[in-house]
């Protein structure tokens, strides 16, 4: 059964910075894309940032150049560095296992399409 494990949430005025960290177990890693997703309340799901089989990202427009994702495959660890946080980034966010094997752009692009198996999520709140 795949375990994913979300940490590193939490509350930072706008400007700060927070790194998120999400443990995979019992998963083709190293050959699957992860990603990030998050969900504002009253909104939906969204994709963040995603990272393909082959090291390859992508990241919502919304993000870009704020967030950065990264992997461990050694660690089976995934990473999301969120710097110049902003309001609109307050959300529950989620690691996310996606049932495809393909470089970030297609599986950001095409998330809706695939399987996925989900963390718990982990909350960061952005206050102006």
């Known amino acids: 059964q795949v375990q994913l494990v979300e940490s590193g949430g939490g509350s930072v005025q706008a400007g700060g910075s927070l790194r998120l960290s999400c443990a995979a177990s019992?998963?083709?890693?190293?050959?699957?894309?992860m990603g990030w997703f998050r969900q504002a309340p009253g909104k939906e799901r969204e994709g963040v940032a995603t990272?393909?089989?082959?090291?390859?990202?992508a990241y919502a427009q919304s993000v870009k150049g704020r967030f950065t994702i990264s992997k461990d495959n050694s660690k089976t660890t995934l990473y999301l560095q969120m710097n110049s946080l902003k309001p609109d980034d307050t959300a529950m966010y989620y690691c996310?296992?996606?049932?495809?094997?393909?470089?970030?752009?297609?599986?950001?692009?095409?998330?809706?399409?695939?399987?996925?198996?989900w963390g718990q999520g982990t909350q960061v709140t952005v206050s102006s």
């Open positions: 996310a296992a996606v049932s495809v094997t393909a470089g970030g752009p297609l599986c950001l692009a095409r998330s809706n399409e695939f399987r996925k198996y």
């Open positions: 990272i393909g089989s082959d090291g390859s990202t």
């Open positions: 019992a998963y083709r890693y190293s050959s699957a894309c």
